[in-house]
């Protein structure tokens, strides 16, 4: 993971224009939920319904795109080559846990894994481009995106800020992040599709429309249910993977050692 | 002998949206259902219409099966009421959200998993690498495609290596917990080796290689092709306004 020796790392590109990318994409998700939590609309499949899922899908997916374009450009190689093999990992993992009947998904370990080893930019980035690969095997992910780059992202910032220093603070910091991303998530799976993608977590929706709630309260309260839980378990499985990586591939990112991100451990 | 697309991907992708996102916004099921149909025509045409339905089949059937729970097991809100217990109220109305709601699905799904099997992968990689897009989208592009089988071959290696050693696995959460385990440590670790050899590699040439580079791989293109690009771009955007604008000026 050495640095490159013959040229100088240069990122191509303005700094300037990448920031305001990334501040138009965080603008973009940020009013497009704003919008859906305040209005909440009722109807579902009539004119005012399908504009709501074309909105909301188009938002979200735009939104991660320009978060896309403002990271890429800035990563070093040591993180281009680490990305694909996370997103084939977010793959043959989730297919391989989803494959055994337990309800896990631990189909976002590699972008966890990245966001630990190469800091929350490369952990939005790898969340992205993950879903628009997974789309091309399951094309309802797609307005996912902008859930799967928040969760890179607070991977990297608790790393940043010493989750993965004591083994028990990784899931805590998965708790956090699976109530942040099943939150906002929960507009996309409500007003895009009207639901959810499986017939447990749609049960459960059910039950809770059943008691009076609307439909985005109700999938809010199942995400609520069902994230938190599964970021807890990945995020404890990477930092578990983390602390087995010999110590010069994990020193041989330039975010682990700025950061301490392994605390003692690391300079053991 | 599957067929592929002699399309560019792109004009592929870009007439996939615009179908999908004018279908979605006019909302009829004569239309939905017609385009599925269309679907499975081309899906035809290239020798793949079974594992079009297949495939199509595994991710619809969970997400209806939601759909019909939420709206048509749990709705509060329609007048004709067709079966009722406790809180559960199965409506005509209902029903009839949870069918729209499943085809508009549908059409995503079907058009999205059409492109799929109708773009040459390696037609893709090339046309990320030739379009304005950074070099690095078409590098991460082709080496996710190319890892996927490499990693799973790896991932059954690594699970017949543990078998041959004789590591016994047992059976309930905990055979489970330890076979994702044995599995799992040395395909990420590996892989994460692996990846740490390649960057070395790939910095040392000087990559991402900045200006225009030649590629030998061609992608089929013509004037034609960039034409009906644009327009299906314009009718991504336009196609739906002018579908849904009059709803809006009735809402309003």
Redesign the interface.
């Known amino acids: 993971?050495?640095?490159?020796?013959?040229?100088p790392e240069t990122a191509?590109g303005h700094p300037m224009r990448r920031r305001m990318l990334a501040a138009a994409g965080a603008l973009l998700l940020a009013g497009t939920y704003t919008a859906l939590v305040l209005t909440q609309p009722t109807g579902?499949?009539?004119?005012?319904g399908?504009?709501v899922?074309?909105a909301t899908f188009a938002a979200y997916l735009v939104a991660a795109l320009l978060l896309l374009?403002a990271v890429?450009?800035e990563?070093p190689?040591?993180t281009?080559?680490?990305?694909?093999?996370a997103?084939?990992?977010n793959?043959?993992?989730g297919q391989?846990?989803g494959s055994?009947m337990?309800p896990l998904y631990l189909d976002s370990l590699g972008t966890v894994?990245v966001g630990f080893l190469a800091g929350r930019r490369a952990g939005a980035a790898t969340g992205v481009?993950g879903t628009l690969?997974w789309?091309?095997?399951?094309?309802?992910v797609?307005p996912f995106a902008a859930g799967a780059a928040l969760v890179g992202f607070l991977a990297g910032t608790a790393a940043r800020f010493g989750a993965l220093r004591r083994p028990y603070l990784a899931p805590v910091a998965g708790l956090a992040a699976g109530v942040l991303v099943g939150v906002l998530s929960a507009p996309v799976a409500a007003f895009v599709?009207?639901?959810?993608?499986?017939?447990g977590?749609?049960?459960l929706?059910?039950?809770f429309?059943?008691?009076?709630d609307s439909?985005l309260s109700?999938v809010t309260k199942q995400a609520l249910i069902s994230d938190p839980g599964d970021k807890a378990i990945v995020f404890l499985?990477a930092a578990l993977?983390i602390y087995?990586?010999p110590r010069r591939?994990s020193a041989?990112f330039a975010f682990v050692r700025r950061h301490n991100v392994l605390g003692s451990r690391g300079s053991r | 002998m599957p067929r592929t697309s002699p399309l560019h991907p792109f004009t592929v992708l870009a007439l996939a949206a615009a179908a999908t996102a004018t279908t979605v916004a006019i909302g009829r099921w004569w239309l939905s259902v017609a385009v599925l149909l269309a679907c499975l025509l081309l899906a035809a045409w290239a020798r793949r219409a079974r594992r079009l339905a297949g495939l199509a089949v595994a991710i619809l059937a969970p997400a209806f099966g939601s759909q019909l729970l939420i709206h048509s097991m749990a709705d509060a809100a329609g007048g004709h009421v067709l079966a009722a217990a406790g809180p559960l109220r199965i409506t005509a109305e209902g029903l009839a959200t949870a069918g729209a709601l499943g085809l508009r699905t549908g059409v995503l799904v079907v058009a999205g998993l059409l492109c799929t099997l109708l773009i040459d992968r390696h037609d893709l990689i090339a046309a990320v690498d030739l379009s304005p897009a950074p070099p690095q989208l078409g590098y991460l592009l082709a080496a996710t495609l190319l890892l996927l089988p490499a990693l799973e071959q790896r991932q059954r290696a690594i699970g017949q290596a543990q078998l041959l050693r004789g590591a016994t696995l047992g059976g309930g959460p905990r055979g489970w917990f330890r076979r994702v385990r044995l599995r799992s440590v040395p395909l990420v670790l590996g892989a994460l080796q692996d990846a740490a050899d390649r960057s070395a590699h790939l910095a040392a040439r000087g990559f991402p290689a900045a200006g225009p580079h030649t590629r030998l791989r061609t992608v089929p293109d013509s004037a034609a092709q960039r034409r009906v690009r644009r327009i299906a771009l314009a009718c991504i955007v336009l196609g739906p306004v002018a579908v849904l604008a009059p709803t809006w000026a009735g809402a309003a």
Request: aromatic fraction near 4%; charged fraction near 5%; charge should be neutral.
């Open positions: 993971m050495s640095p490159n020796l013959i040229l191509t579902l499949v009539d004119g005012l399908q504009t899922a074309l374009a890429l450009p990563l190689v040591s281009l080559t680490l990305i694909p093999v997103l084939a990992l793959i043959v993992l391989f846990v055994v337990v894994l481009l690969i789309s091309l095997f399951n094309p309802t797609l599709f009207g639901g959810t993608s499986g017939v977590t749609g049960a929706v059910a039950a429309r059943s008691m009076g439909l109700a499985v993977l087995a990586l591939l041989g």
